[in-house]
């Protein structure tokens, strides 16, 4: 069974950093396709940032561009975003996902996610 427990979220003022964190189980790390997906409050899910894992390229939603970095630890089976200069719409609920898709929001699996508040 696929497992993916996010930690790291909480509150931040404007131009202040994050990392997430994602702990995976139950597949084999390297196979999947990992990344973060984020939904804000009456909005719809967006991808916004995933590592190929047969490619390891990356994918960064063009709002994240710059701020945000996916880095994956194969040997501890973790993923992260390191989120920095945040800004007031990076608020959302953040999810870990997993699973083998070409695109952030086709992948099958997901955490429980993480609450993201950027504050002025």
């Known amino acids: 069974e696929v497992q993916l427990v996010e930690s790291g979220g909480g509150l931040v003022q404007a131009g202040g950093s994050l990392t997430l964190s994602c702990a995976a189980s139950?597949?084999?790390?390297?196979?999947?396709?990992i990344g973060w997906i984020r939904q804000a409050p009456g909005k719809e899910r967006v991808g916004v940032s995933c590592?190929?894992?047969?490619?390891?390229?990356?994918y960064y939603a063009d709002s994240v561009k710059g701020r945000f970095t996916i880095a994956a630890d194969n040997a501890k089976n973790m993923v992260y975003l390191q989120m920095n200069n945040l800004k007031l719409e990076d608020t959302a609920v953040y999810y870990c996902?997993?699973?083998?898709?070409?695109?952030?929001?086709?992948?099958?699996?997901w955490g429980q996610g993480t609450q993201v508040t950027v504050s002025s």
């Open positions: 996902a997993a699973g083998r898709s070409n695109t952030c929001l086709g992948l099958s699996s």
């Open positions: 139950g597949f084999t790390f390297d196979d999947y396709d």
């Open positions: 590592l190929s894992s047969s490619d390891g390229s990356t």
